[in-house]
């Protein structure tokens, strides 16, 4: 007679490969978050913005540096929703399309007399229920969500276009709570900004801390053995895609704070950068691991690129051309440091 399993960690199951368990407490949560890849990402980022400042001291002015930050904030909140996904070997090419879809249909709403917070909660809303869809066209089909998210990102953008009529959606109610809330300042630091900063602990204690973590990073680490162990990988995949999409339409509604009328084009790339600045910040494509500060980090980094390259004259021609130069050599890097540590653990473990 077998015993039933549910979908819940059991405390007799040890953690797969890679996975690593909740002990040690508050510090030990941080100590995790702020491990060595978001390190790494953080001095690089510092050195590379001491670097631009030298040669061009503009570039240090707090005004400039805080619009870095706040250039960051949208791909920095997608790249912590990839983060989760990468760590189960999954990927959703569509999140710029749903950033830049729930941004258009909250400022349609708010243009025809909706309640901004109403608008505002629907848009987020919608991007949890187009992650929703992701999810389960994967499911239904049996087909890679890279494979689903390629074709939904067409869709979502095209969606975007026909309610927009190909043109910008303005009218909207900027002198609103919502846009002098979440467009403005708090002490002179963004509140877009202030907003990442909560998405990253909370998202980090979710990675960390809870059983959906728990779940997320074993499916990486060894997808049979999760499921040998009564995961419902089905179920942890709906759950990471939905909430891939809730965070594309937060990111999406501080960018209509921000900017405070919708673009249909807005977004576009977005998808790429947020893989990018994720695997810059340490989650590995291999799956079983990730970290959302790291993640953040190198959306930052990625900024302060787009932004320096700016400094030096570069034309507009060749600015994704430098962009992604970068990134490979920061991937580039970041491969060959790793490998080096694990060749000395193995040595040392002779």
């Not at 709403?109 to 109403?118: A, F, Q, S, T, Y």
């Not at 390629?150 to 979502?156: E, P, R, V």
């Not at 089905?234 to 900017?259: D, E």
Request: with cysteine; charged share 10%; net charge positive.
């Amino acid at each position: 007679m077998t015993s039933s399993t549910t979908d819940a960690p059991r405390p007799d199951v040890e953690p797969a490969a890679g996975a690593t368990t909740n002990g040690g407490g508050p510090l030990g949560v941080v100590k995790r978050a702020f491990g060595m890849e978001s390190a790494s990402v953080l001095v690089a980022t510092v050195a590379l913005i001491l670097v631009i400042g030298a040669i061009h001291p503009d570039f240090l002015d707090p005004r400039q540096l805080r619009d870095v930050l706040q250039q960051s904030v949208y791909v920095a909140i997608l790249a912590a929703g990839v983060a989760f996904l990468l760590a189960m070997r999954e990927i959703d090419l569509s999140v710029g399309a749903i950033f830049g879809l729930t941004l258009i249909c909250s400022a349609i709403l708010m243009r025809d007399g909706w309640n901004p917070w109403v608008a505002v909660v629907a848009g987020v809303v919608l991007g949890a229920l187009l992650g929703l869809a992701n999810a389960l066209i994967v499911q239904v089909f049996r087909i890679p969500a890279i494979v689903a998210t390629l074709a939904t990102l067409s869709m979502f953008r095209g969606l975007s276009l026909a309610l927009s009529n190909g043109q910008q959606v303005v009218g909207l109610p900027l002198d609103h709570a919502f846009f002098d809330i979440f467009g403005g300042r708090v002490l002179g630091i963004p509140v877009s900004v202030l907003v990442l900063v909560v998405v990253a602990i909370v998202l980090t204690f979710v990675l960390r801390t809870t059983p959906f973590g728990y779940r997320i990073r074993s499916i990486g680490s060894n997808p049979d053995a999760a499921a040998f162990s009564g995961i419902s990988v089905a179920r942890v995949r709906i759950q990471a895609l939905m909430l891939m999409g809730g965070l594309a339409g937060l990111a999406g509604m501080l960018g209509l704070a921000f900017f405070g009328s919708g673009d249909p084009n807005i977004g576009s790339g977005f998808e790429l950068l947020a893989i990018a600045a994720a695997v810059i910040g340490g989650t590995q494509l291999r799956g079983g691991s990730a970290t959302v500060v790291g993640a953040m980090l190198g959306a930052v980094l990625l900024s302060v690129v787009t932004s320096g390259l700016v400094y030096f004259n570069i034309p507009v021609n060749w600015s994704s051309f430098a962009t992604g130069a970068v990134i490979l050599i920061a991937v580039g890097i970041d491969s060959l440091l790793r490998r080096r540590r694990e060749a000395r653990a193995a040595a040392a473990g002779l």
